[in-house]
């Protein structure tokens, strides 16, 4: 490949979203990477999963986004690119009941078959749920996630599990109809499970997220390969052992990263610290 063949300046970018996240990915995209995006139309973006539960998500993150960048390249056939973002909510794994947040946007250049992945995690988030049994309760949770300006959405709860399909509630923009909605909830079912929206143009700490990542995306398309000049030249792997300052045993703390190609042989270590590690992280002086 030659660098003629990774200019993207000007090149119809398709992203698939509804919604509303071409308001972080496309301006960065736009100006970095000289993309021309337009957000494809009719395509429903939740037939990939959904967090309210409704549609299981299949497969992977990577996964997911790949089958929207599929998509909506199928619906403008005679664009080059195709962008699409992924999020996914869990426990953190290292801090005890802290959730994390893990975002990433997906670039696919179809003529070269090219593909990058943006990342970013954060604990950054106000992912989170209640099981209540009157209203009030639930209006509480829902100003503490920050409602109105991230939703929140009402399911119905069986046994504290959730259950949309029994009862489902969402896009509620006022407390008056958060109220209503819990009401109709719980009179149904006799709880219900009330939890944060998690779509991108309902929270906008997510949207946040979803931008750090793109950043990511942008780093990693302007990293070229030394050898054949493909973008995505990225870390594939961390070298730990870095040795304690104190009685030189082998720690955690990483002593060079590893980056390599994806198109080529091409692989290159690159030194991260030289000084010896804090012993506050050796299993040794620090059990």
Excluded: Y
């Amino acid at each position: 490949m030659t660098a003629r063949e990774w200019d993207w300046q000007g090149a119809g970018a398709a992203l698939a979203t509804m919604h509303g996240k071409e308001g972080v990915i496309a301006p960065l995209v736009e100006r970095f990477l000289g993309l021309r995006v337009a957000v494809v139309q009719g395509l429903n973006t939740d037939a990939f999963g959904t967090f309210s539960r409704e549609i299981a998500r299949r497969g992977s993150p990577r996964d997911a986004a790949r089958a929207k960048v599929d998509a909506g390249l199928a619906h403008m056939p005679d664009l080059r690119i195709g962008l699409a973002s992924e999020g996914s909510f869990g426990p953190h794994p290292q801090l005890p009941f802290c959730a994390i947040d893990r975002e990433i946007v997906m670039l696919v250049d179809r003529a070269t078959e090219l593909e990058l992945v943006g990342q970013h995690a954060t604990p950054d988030t106000n992912f989170g749920h209640a099981v209540v049994t009157d209203v009030p309760a639930g209006l509480a949770f829902a100003a503490h996630a920050g409602f109105p300006s991230h939703g929140v959405i009402v399911l119905a709860s069986c046994d504290d599990v959730p259950r949309p399909d029994i009862a489902l509630e969402k896009d509620l923009d006022t407390e008056a109809a958060l109220a209503a909605a819990l009401d109709r909830v719980i009179s149904r079912a006799g709880a219900a499970f009330v939890e944060t929206d998690m779509r991108a143009h309902r929270n906008p700490r997510r949207m946040r997220a979803i931008r750090r990542a793109t950043i990511d995306l942008l780093r990693r398309a302007r990293s070229r390969c030394p050898a054949c000049d493909r973008p995505g030249f990225a870390v594939t792997e961390r070298c730990t052992g870095l040795p304690c300052r104190w009685c030189g045993a082998p720690t955690q703390g990483v002593q060079a990263e590893i980056l390599a190609c994806a198109g080529c042989d091409c692989r290159t270590t690159r030194v991260v610290a030289t000084e010896p590690a804090d012993p506050a992280w050796c299993a040794e002086c620090n059990p």
